[in-house]
């Protein structure tokens, strides 16, 4: 049986099985709205876990796991184009612990977070409770096309803006920026003496016909002002599992996380184990995995256009997440209405951010089946409701 073959023949009793939030949420027979694939894990990944679960690897990450945990993500960040010594990972429990980091260590007290939007949600609402004020920017829809608005990150950075959060892939509008896009971002940051944390979480799952660029190997001067966080996280299903990674590649600011031992306290042993043989093993099921995607993104965008008519998505160029903008319906809250209507969760997008609202999240990350009856719900909520 094949990769599709199998996730095909997945069911909703299936899924709900596993006991996954996304399908056991009350209200909600389809879930669209949690980041996590519906694909299980790679074999490889599953072999390391059990290995490691056999050999009672159940205390504090051990220094040796830790080493491998680099060398295994600075050999997958070289094969991105991205080349870091192994010396320079720090292991951290997740993108969001590292953001934490980067916000106390590299800002003043009174400094704002810069913030594309619409966003994943975290962004939002951890820099306030760290007492960071954040700006919000939204992006530009340019003939269908998002696109940073250069004008308004100047203007942030002039408003007392001190770190620009980017994320590459774009969660959630599903952009994967071009070299060029990325430099120019960079020049508006280096005249405004600013930085950047990339959160590069979603760089495996670049689907065909983009490539994935880090924001940090745009320029030497870009790299001075960039701290990235990637991840096996989505690339292989892993979120549970506590082990993400962080870079520091300028090297003024690297004297700020001389504590990496500490700073690594909290990454998990049994993440760690799943990390390197992801890094190491899980090509192959990766492959599979944004083959899978690709299909599932192509029958998606004719699935909106066939029972959403007025609903608006944009190909997404990467990670599993499509834009879903129902402004011109005049559904304000799409989430709330798909829940009470369909028994379709999506992320409504208010939570990501004022530009957001009217529009939602919805995770294509699911077997096609399943995918095929979620829109056929909406569309059949929305022609009940005489808005389609």
């Known amino acids: 049986m094949t990769f599709a073959e199998r996730i095909d023949a997945l069911t909703i009793d299936d899924l709900r099985r596993t006991g996954a939030t996304k399908w056991i949420a009350p209200g909600i027979d389809i879930g669209a709205f949690i980041a996590e694939m519906d694909f299980g894990v790679a074999d490889p990944v599953k072999s390391a876990l059990r ?5 009672e690897v159940f205390g504090y990450l051990p220094e040796s796991m830790l080493r491998d945990v680099k060398a295994a993500t600075a050999s997958a960040l070289a094969s991105r184009g991205y080349p870091v010594s192994a010396d320079h990972v720090i292991a ?6 590292a953001l934490e980091l980067t916000l106390t260590r590299l800002m003043s007290p009174q400094g704002k977070v810069i913030v594309p939007t619409p966003s994943y949600m975290p962004f939002l609402f951890l820099p306030p409770r760290l007492g960071r004020e954040v700006i919000e920017v939204p992006m530009i829809d340019d003939d269908g096309t998002w696109r940073f608005d250069l004008d308004a990150l100047r203007a ?6 001190e770190i620009l959060l980017l994320c590459q892939p774009f969660n959630p509008l599903g952009r994967v920026f071009s070299r060029d896009e990325l430099a120019a971002v960079s020049s508006v940051v280096g005249e405004a003496g600013g930085r950047v944390f990339a959160d590069e979480i979603w760089a495996p799952l670049v689907l065909p016909g983009a490539t994935h660029v880090s924001y940090a190997t745009v320029s030497d001067a ?15 299903n892993l979120p549970g599992l506590k082990c993400a990674q962080l870079i520091v590649s300028g090297d003024a600011d690297r004297a700020r996380f001389d504590d990496a031992d500490w700073i690594s306290h909290g990454a998990s042993t049994m993440g760690a184990a799943a990390t390197i043989a992801a890094y190491t093993e899980g090509g192959p099921w990766l492959d599979d995995v944004v083959s899978y995607l690709d299909g599932n993104r192509a029958e998606l965008l004719d699935l ?9 998505m944009h190909r997404p160029e990467g990670t599993y997440v499509a834009w879903l903008d129902f402004t011109a319906l005049g559904i304000d809250s799409p989430g709330e209405f798909f829940a009470e209507n369909a028994r379709v969760g999506v992320t409504d997008g208010a939570g990501c951010g004022a530009a957001g609202v009217g529009g939602a999240r919805f995770i294509f990350a699911t077997p096609l089946p ?19």
């Open 304 to 312: 909106v256009a066939e029972h959403l008519p007025g609903v608006t």
């Open 51 to 55: 290995d490691a679960v056999d050999a």
């Open 370 to 388: 399943i995918m095929r009856e979620a829109i056929t719900r909406m569309g059949a909520a929305l022609r009940e409701h005489g808005l389609a």
């Open 92 to 97: 951290v429990p997740d993108v969001l612990r």
């Open 156 to 161: 942030a950075f002039a408003a007392g803006g």
């Open 222 to 236: 870009a790299a001075q002002h960039t701290v990235t966080a990637t991840s096996a996280a989505k690339g292989w």
